[in-house]
């Protein structure tokens, strides 16, 4: 049996490139494959290099890496080569990889963010592949020489059912409020002010789902507590898909998203979403899509007051056509099979 190892600054956690991994490790384990996850930070059954977390300053073990290494069939590399919050840990960990079988998942690129925005090109190697989640970095990879495969993040289209009114009375939510739930977490480029100002122009309950990170809470505090709406912060005792239940609106105003979970979440809920325009909104638009503007509320409000249940419908037969959690399995065995790779 073939070993795949999955390597990131972070793995387990509620940020879109530990869900992503965790996905992809369930559809590798379906195929036989023995995962072996490596991060910075994660839970009990990850190999941790403390010196690969984003935060850190020492300079990388190599010896350790290259024994959490030793053994592996296959490398998939999650961001941590992508977008060098780490520096130091991205070179390390490119020139482990050197002269064997890698696939670089690029969730982000470092010309994508303002403070990574000095630094080149990730690295590549002839027996290395690369991975975009969304066309548009595929298309600027391209420009820098670097040939890549764009593989949409993938969804479960029927996620369990959530309970509505436990998830609301927890949150401490009237049985007939307005909700717009705004799923991410808490940074500049989430545009939480937008969110809130649309729940605001609604008369609707703002709910913000995680917390803030990178130096955010100052002005997150400060935002919401001047709010003119009940505000519930966090995810509370129960899943998200109990938030999702308890929602009437969800709202995503990023103003950069390298890919944008929530706006499938919201299809597969089954619940209208107010869309910002980030770039690669634009790209999932492109499929057909139809959402609404959170800086347009009238829309929604005639949407609320005469649900248009074709249109939730249609929304769902589009995702279900082109990113499926089903097909996840037979996306990676081609991939897999592709000759650099030779797994």
């Not at 384990?29 to 935060?55: H, K, N, W, Y």
């Not at 050197?98 to 027996?127: E, M, Y």
């Amino acid at each position: 049996m073939s070993t795949i190892g999955i390597v990131s600054y972070r793995l387990g956690g509620a940020d879109g490139v530990s869900i992503e991994a965790a996905k992809w490790k369930a559809a590798i384990s379906s195929l036989g494959f023995s995962v072996r996850e490596i991060a910075g930070e994660g839970p009990e059954q990850v190999t941790a290099i403390e010196s690969l977390r984003i935060d850190s300053t020492n300079p990388v073990d190599v010896d350790q890496l290259e024994e959490a290494l030793d053994g592996l069939d296959l490398v998939i590399v999650e961001n941590l080569c992508s977008l060098p919050l780490n520096p130091s840990a991205s070179e390390a960990v490119a020139h482990a990889l050197r002269g064997r079988p890698a696939i670089l998942r690029h969730h982000d690129l470092s010309w994508q963010r303002p403070d990574t925005a000095h630094f080149g090109p990730p690295p590549t190697d002839p027996l290395w592949q690369h991975v975009t989640i969304n066309q548009r970095s595929r298309d600027e990879l391209a420009t820098r020489d670097i040939l890549a495969t764009c593989l949409y993040n993938r969804f479960e289209m029927n996620p369990p059912p959530g309970d509505r009114h436990l998830a609301r009375t927890d949150a401490g939510i009237d049985t007939d409020a307005l909700v717009v739930l705004q799923p991410t977490r808490a940074l500049q480029r989430k545009n939480i002010a937008g969110g809130l100002a649309l729940a605001e122009s609604l008369g609707a309950t703002y709910w913000l789902t995680a917390a803030a990170e990178d130096g955010y809470g100052p002005t997150l505090d400060e935002l919401l507590h001047g709010a003119r709406v009940q505000v519930v912060r966090g995810q509370g005792p129960g899943t998200i898909n109990d938030v999702y239940a308890a929602s009437d609106i969800v709202v995503l105003p990023s103003l950069w998203e390298g890919f944008g979970n929530p706006v499938i979440e919201s299809v597969t809920h089954r619940k209208p979403l107010a869309l910002g325009n980030y770039p690669v909104a634009q790209e999932l638009l492109a499929f057909g899509f139809q959402f609404f503007s959170p800086l347009q509320p009238q829309p929604l409000q005639d949407f609320l007051a005469d649900p248009d249940e074709d249109l939730l419908e249609e929304n769902f037969e589009i995702a279900q056509t082109h990113f499926d959690i089903a097909d996840l399995p037979s996306v990676l065995d081609d991939l897999f099979a592709s000759s650099s790779l030779g797994i």
